[in-house]
């Protein structure tokens, strides 16, 4: 069964513009754009999307989606949920900070996890689900806030060029966070993981790219890629699947962080050419890697692999055909999910803790 969309007045402006543009009224979609990035509307958060899908397993891991019981496991067990703040030279931000109850082979890894527009750290915790899991392997959780201070819409401002490149802004604040949470907490340094949704998979994508010696692999859920828009009228564009070819510098000496990507085939939101092109320029980043074609794991799913001559994963795709914009195998006690199998939060963890050190 398809999902329907949430009902967000951002993205309902959203998709007034591409109504527009197809309709050849484009002051009617510069409007719709302005609206949408700049919060003359106002978010609903409380709505959430989900549809039918039977459990799978890949690679001999179950990605089921959770249950209310599951969801209060860690908190149950000792768990602590967190508020910090962090300042830099670039900007301060609060975050929420999930520390496992027990660990005791020490701490295996930091997850920094980053929320969409219109939602919070703590609807983003609920939605992914991500918590149980970390308290399951011993890892710590992460979720920066941004707030409607720093965007109307709450958006990680990942179309702004001052936002897309290394020591300044955004990723300068959200690796200054990761450093000083996996320092306090003794995180093994090739064991930190960045994951966004959205704007946030957006703003993930961009980490990967210019703080790879801080993030060893990433998470890209219904996201785009880095410098895909120099500003709120070209993100539209991109968003649609017509981005700029680059806007971001990567040092080849300094490489690229492992990426994994998750996409809906049925966004319309940001299109599903987002992620093939997140897929495909990976290929230029490992150029010694191998293409596979997994066979077919579920109805559903393609999944896609470049793989090292050492048998080390350094990216894959998910295209999940029937999934909109939304968490796949998410919460419903969250926003923008969707309650299908797989579980990209199962299968971002299980990426980030196989397939390479």
Same mark, same amino acid.
């Not at 920066?144 to 990942?158: D, I, R, S, V, Y």
């Not at 995180?187 to 957006?202: D, E, I, R, Y």
């Not at 790219?209 to 709120?232: C, E, I, M, Q, T």
């Not at 793989?307 to 998910?318: L, N, S, Y």
């Given at each position: 069964?398809?999902?329907?969309?949430?009902?967000?007045?951002?993205?309902?402006?959203?998709?007034?513009?591409?109504?527009?543009?197809?309709?050849?009224?484009?002051?009617?979609?510069?409007?719709?754009?302005?609206?949408?990035?700049?919060?003359?509307?106002?978010?609903?958060?409380?709505?959430?999307?989900?549809?039918?899908?039977?459990?799978?397993?890949?690679?001999?891991?179950?990605?089921?989606?959770?249950?209310?019981?599951?969801?209060?496991?860690?908190?149950?067990?000792?768990?602590?949920?967190?508020?910090?703040?962090?300042?830099?030279?670039?900007?301060?931000?609060?975050?929420?900070?999930?520390?496992?109850?027990?660990?005791?082979?020490?701490?295996?890894?930091?997850?920094?996890?980053?929320?969409?527009?219109?939602?919070?750290?703590?609807?983003?915790?609920?939605?992914?689900?991500?918590?149980?899991? *970390?308290?399951?392997?011993?890892?710590?959780?992460?979720?920066?806030?941004?707030?409607?201070?720093?965007?109307?819409?709450?958006?990680?401002?990942?179309?702004?060029?001052?936002?897309?490149?290394?020591?300044?802004?955004?990723?300068?604040?959200?690796?200054?966070?990761?450093?000083?949470?996996?320092?306090?907490?003794?995180?093994?340094?090739?064991?930190?993981?960045?994951?966004?949704?959205? *704007?946030?998979?957006?703003?993930?994508?961009?980490?990967?790219?210019?703080?790879?010696?801080?993030?060893?692999?990433?998470?890209?859920?219904?996201?785009?890629?880095?410098?895909?828009?120099?500003?709120?009228?070209?993100?539209?564009?991109?968003?649609?699947?017509?981005?700029?070819?680059?806007?971001?510098?990567?040092?080849?000496?300094?490489?690229?962080?492992?990426?994994?990507?998750?996409?809906?085939?049925?966004?319309?939101?940001?299109?599903?050419?987002?992620?093939?092109?997140?897929?495909?320029?990976?290929?230029?980043?490992?150029?010694?890697?191998?293409?596979?074609?997994?066979?077919?794991?579920?109805?559903?799913?393609?999944?896609?692999?470049?793989?090292?001559?050492?048998?080390?994963?350094?990216?894959?795709?998910?295209?999940?055909?029937?999934?909109?914009?939304?968490? *796949?195998?998410?919460?419903?006690?969250?926003?923008?999910?969707?309650?299908?199998?797989?579980? *990209?939060?199962?299968?971002?963890?299980?990426?980030?803790?196989?397939?390479?050190?």
């Amino acid at each position: 069964m398809k999902d329907s969309f949430m009902k967000s007045p951002f993205f309902d402006a959203m998709r007034r513009a591409t109504e527009a543009t197809r309709g050849g009224d484009l002051d009617g979609a510069t409007r719709a754009i302005h609206e949408a990035f700049s919060g003359t509307v106002a978010p609903n958060s409380n709505d959430a999307i989900a549809r039918g899908f039977d459990g799978a397993t890949i690679d001999g891991v179950a990605y089921s989606s959770p249950d209310s019981e599951t969801r209060q496991k860690a908190a149950a067990g000792g768990a602590s949920m967190l508020t910090q703040t962090y300042s830099g030279a670039a900007g301060s931000r609060d975050y929420r900070l999930f520390l496992p109850s027990q660990t005791p082979d020490g701490v295996r890894g930091l997850i920094l996890m980053l929320h969409g527009c219109t939602q919070n750290p703590d609807d983003f915790s609920l939605g992914t689900a991500m918590n149980d899991i *970390a308290e399951r392997e011993g890892l710590i959780v992460v979720y920066p806030e941004q707030t409607t201070t720093h965007n109307a819409n709450g958006c990680w401002n990942w179309f702004e060029p001052a936002n897309q490149r290394r020591g300044e802004g955004e990723p300068a604040i959200l690796a200054g966070i990761a450093q000083q949470v996996a320092q306090a907490n003794n995180v093994p340094g090739h064991a930190v993981f960045a994951v966004g949704l959205s *704007a946030g998979g957006a703003m993930a994508a961009i980490l990967g790219a210019v703080y790879s010696d801080v993030f060893n692999a990433v998470g890209v859920h219904s996201g785009l890629p880095a410098g895909a828009a120099r500003d709120a009228a070209t993100a539209f564009a991109a968003m649609s699947g017509h981005g700029v070819e680059t806007a971001v510098f990567v040092d080849p000496a300094a490489g690229h962080a492992r990426m994994m990507i998750v996409h809906g085939g049925q966004d319309t939101t940001v299109v599903p050419s987002n992620g093939v092109r997140l897929f495909d320029a990976m290929t230029s980043v490992f150029p010694k890697a191998t293409l596979h074609n997994d066979p077919t794991v579920e109805a559903g799913l393609m999944r896609r692999r470049l793989v090292e001559p050492d048998g080390k994963t350094v990216a894959e795709h998910w295209e999940v055909a029937d999934l909109g914009h939304a968490w *796949a195998g998410g919460s419903p006690a969250g926003t923008f999910t969707s309650a299908s199998n797989p579980n *990209a939060s199962e299968g971002f963890v299980h990426f980030f803790l196989t397939s390479g050190a």
